[in-house]
């Protein structure tokens, strides 16, 4: 079978072949999820939007399934401070934005920021284009089997503040999920895992993935956590 980084300049390949069976809801959500099932933000239609691309990992560990996520530097210009999946702009030499470029920088990317083998990632889907309004990105969120895992860790203190994976259990029990709500008066969900507040773009994507691969829990929509939470 071929591997995404089996060679730098080949294809980069989807493939549910040999993963576990604890997937299959997953893949089923890939297959037939729908744009506003989403997120209501959908890419502007006059292409308007810089390309981008997340790496969505799906890992075993010592509690079962994980996932892999970051918490960006408090220091960058954009989502500062925000836990979030691995990932970022296409660069030129991912190619093509409507072919297998987002697959390329999704890995690429990850990489980058966490150290994390491509070679061990098996990439098993493509969730359809979200728009960010506030960062202007059109994102790809790729999702992949983390096969072979390997060592990761914070690459760039300037880029990333740390890297960390959390179990899907903790993703779907009740009492770590909330409602935030924005300055901007937008309320979406939010995870309190790994003594860090998921909200925003990534929560969203979460929340719709545990929803429609039925792994969701009753939770209290209720619950409110203020952004600054920790002060």
């Known amino acids: 079978m071929t591997r995404a980084s089996d060679t730098q300049d080949g294809p980069v390949v989807l493939s549910k072949e040999g993963l576990p069976a604890w997937l299959d809801p997953v893949v089923r959500v890939v297959e037939t999820v729908e744009p506003l099932q989403l997120s209501r933000f959908l890419p502007p239609e006059n292409g308007a939007g810089r390309q981008s691309a997340v790496l969505i990992l799906f890992g075993e560990g010592e509690r079962g399934p994980e996932l892999l996520l970051m918490e960006r530097a408090s220091s960058l210009r954009s989502h500062a401070g925000q836990p979030s999946f691995p990932g970022g702009a296409l660069d030129p030499e991912d190619g093509d934005p409507q072919a297998d470029g987002p697959l390329r920088a999704a890995l690429r990317e990850a990489e980058e920021e966490t150290g994390l083998d491509p070679g061990g990632v098996q990439l098993f889907g493509v969730l359809p284009k979200l728009y960010i309004p506030v960062s202007g990105f059109v ?90 939470w920790r002060s």
Request: charged share 20%; proline share 10%.
């Open 139 to 228: 994102v790809t969120s790729v999702l992949g089997w983390w096969r072979e895992p390997s060592p990761v860790d914070v690459v760039d203190p300037n880029e990333t503040a740390r890297v960390f994976t959390v179990p899907v259990a903790d993703l779907t029990n009740p009492d770590n999920r909330a409602t935030t709500v924005h300055p901007s008066g937008h309320r979406g969900p939010a995870f309190l895992v790994e003594s860090a507040l998921v909200w925003g773009f990534t929560a969203g994507i979460i929340d719709r993935l545990l929803h429609f691969s039925g792994w969701e829990q009753p939770w209290d929509r209720g619950k409110q956590v203020p952004l600054d």
